[in-house]
C-alpha cells in the first residue's frame, strides 16, 4: 500500500501544478504553513472565484490523499505539520 501512495504522491506532484507549487511554498517557508486565500487568490488571476474555489479544492484533497500537505479546514490553512 505504501508504494501506491508514493506513485500516486510523484504523480500528483508531477503532473499538477499547482499542487507542485503549493508543496514548493510550504517546504520553503519556516513555518512550513501557508493561508489557502494565497492561492486561491493566485488562481483567480486566471479563473472565477467559483472555478478558482473547486480547483482549489480538488487539488488541496488530492494532495491530503497523496500525502504530500495538510490542511486544517477550520483555520483554512496548507501545512506540512503532519509530514
Not at 61 to 66: E, I, K, L
Amino acid at each position: 500500500m505504501l508504494a501506491r501512495k508514493q506513485l500516486f504522491a510523484e504523480a500528483v506532484l508531477k503532473h499538477i501544478p499547482l499542487a507542485a507549487h503549493i508543496r514548493r511554498v510550504l517546504d520553503e517557508r519556516p513555518g512550513h504553513r501557508a493561508p489557502a486565500a494565497r492561492f486561491l487568490r493566485e488562481l483567480e488571476d486566471h479563473l472565477s472565484r467559483s472555478e478558482a474555489q473547486r480547483v482549489l479544492d480538488t487539488v488541496i484533497n488530492w494532495g491530503r490523499h497523496a500525502e504530500i500537505f495538510s490542511y486544517d479546514s477550520d483555520t483554512e490553512v496548507l501545512s506540512l505539520e503532519n509530514f
